[in-house]
């Protein structure tokens, strides 16, 4: 699925959790259940049969810097600023199952690379729900839509 997914799904899931932690509950605990839900998000999505990107090399890394900044901007721009943090950190570990792979790539260290496979061991297992690229971006937009009401009313 494409990056921009996994970004506003990630920073998305991390604050929707939010809502469900009871009041008391301390930061750390916050963060922690933020991370399991960008995680899970990635492999939630990525379950499903998904279009993947169609170009390569330095088309694709192009492609992918563009795209990193627009969703960047989308999620963190005019946001309270005190729900920054958490929503980078949202959006960090809904990319880290993917970023494991250029970890890898770049470090050929083996562990990288595990952590990449089982983290997809579910990808495009739910081929009857098959999510094309125009869907991918309504994810997207409906999830930077979600972020944008919400963190402008949370805070904590
Ligand atoms: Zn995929
Ligand atoms: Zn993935």
Redesign the pocket.
Known sequence: ?IAST?LAVGAASALLIQEYIPVKWDIKTRYILGLGAGILS??A??SLGHAEYSVQGIALFSLLWVEVGVTLLAVLGFSNRVMMPLLMWGMFWGAV??LL?FAHEFTGIKVFELG?AI??LT?GWLITLYVNHATQIGITVCAIVYIRIRASTTAF
């Open positions: 699925m996994h990635h492999i999505f990525d199952p993917d792979y990449h983290l997809h990808h």
